[in-house]
């Protein structure tokens, strides 16, 4: 796999992965006013203009299908979605590292706004809901969401063994090999294991 920054080019899969997510998943959770809002949200111009600004990320298979993608705006995450055939095999707390790395080399705290579906992921990856936000969509249904936060000071250790250093493919991608290979070198914290030199 590899995750690397968006461009305009990406931007018609970007959007189709987005709303076929929103629209598989959401109905699940809340009512088809709510889910409409997120996919309004989600406008292909809105993703266009995070792209050109340089905030949108990707995570694409070795064959360049892009599987998930998440943006980063100082330090609020959003946008984080990944295709639902992939869903539950790490793909959505590796591209939540990689955001958290982002942010970590500016700001000590990043922020999202959790959807229902999310916000189990969210938890488990430390974040705390510190607030809720109201968005008010079509037939007077209101949407209530939780503003979550988590301290990246909290997870040092972590974000610098998540960026130690990269090998990139030809297109400018990380190598998951590569990292995968890191990984099996180093201990728990962060250490050199003694049998690799």
């Known amino acids: 796999m590899k995750y690397q920054k968006a461009e305009l080019t990406d931007l018609d899969n970007i959007y189709e992965l987005v709303q076929k ?3 598989t998943i959401y109905p699940r959770y809340y009512l088809k006013e709510i889910v409409d809002m ?6 292909k111009e809105s993703i266009a203009k995070d792209i050109e ?26 946008r984080v979605y ?35 579906p999310a916000c189990k992921l969210y938890a488990k990856l430390g974040y705390k809901t510190v607030n809720h936000g109201i968005w008010n969509c079509a037939n ?6 939780e503003i979550m936060e988590k301290d990246l000071r909290d ?14 493919d030809r ?6 090999n590569h990292l995968e290979n890191y990984y099996s070198n180093y201990d ?3 250490r050199l294991l003694s049998n690799h030199g």
Request: aromatic share 10%.
């Open 140 to 145: 007077d249904v209101i949407q209530v969401y």
């Open 38 to 43: 997120f996919t309004e949200f989600h406008s």
């Open 82 to 116: 990944v295709l639902p055939e992939y869903q539950g095999q790490g793909s959505g707390t590796y591209i939540m590292q990689q955001l958290e790395a982002t942010i970590a080399e500016k700001y000590s705290k990043a922020e999202i706004d959790a959807s229902l």
């Open 53 to 78: 600004q340089g905030k949108s990320y990707l995570l694409k298979l070795d064959d360049d299908t892009i599987i998930g993608t998440g943006t980063a705006s100082e330090n609020h995450i959003t």
């Open 21 to 23: 997510t929103i629209r």
């Open 155 to 168: 997870d040092v250790i972590t974000n610098l063994r998540l960026r130690p250093y990269k090998t990139y």
């Open 171 to 176: 297109n400018g991608g990380v190598s998951m």
């Open 188 to 190: 728990e914290e962060g």
